[in-house]
């Protein structure tokens, strides 16, 4: 009987570290996006795996080498170089998860994972352009700026998930003369 507590404690866990994934903004753009590849939602759910494994391989992680962790998943298997100061918050996530495993704390570890699907965002990346650009600037070796938009799943949203602002003619465009030499876009203050 004891068995099957902790076997069915584990899998809790495990459940709850993919809501933590799939409620993670940089890694729904990766996928979406197909940063991974053909691949990219096999490669999505490989990570809830290697993610949880990591956790029971090395109990006493401390909270950058879980970032690290992840921030090499994202690096190796999508691409990504996660810049958005996301890779903190969902390490304390999981982090804080694992220590509810540890101490057998089933409510905790599920009303954790309930809130995070509840707050879930769905993001959508477009890529921005900038004025008078046209498709034959678009060469392999320019690199895209994308733009993100986030709204709310779930029921609540306790500011997690900021409604986008109404896009104007300026806010999606760059203007050419912000843009200096060496592809460096100067960033501006909203009047």
Known sequence: MMADAGEDLRAL???????????WPALQIAVENGFGGVHSQEKAEWLGGAVEEYFFR??????????DFLGELMMNEFDTVVEDGSLPQVSQQLQTMFHHFQRG?????????????QRKCKVRATALT???????????????????AATNDGAATDGVCPQPEPSG?????IKEEDIVEDGWT????KK
Do not use: H, W
């Open 58 to 67: 090395n109990a006493d992680l401390e909270l950058d080498e879980v970032e």
């Open 105 to 117: 704390d089933r409510a905790a570890l599920k009303e954790m994972a309930t809130l995070i699907t």
């Open 130 to 148: 900038t004025a008078g650009e046209t498709d034959e600037d678009n060469d392999a070796n320019s690199m895209e700026q994308m733009e993100v």
């Open 186 to 189: 100067i960033v501006r203050r």
């Open 13 to 23: 866990f495990g459940a709850a570290v993919r809501a933590a994934l799939e409620a």
């Open 169 to 173: 003619p300026d806010s999606q465009t």
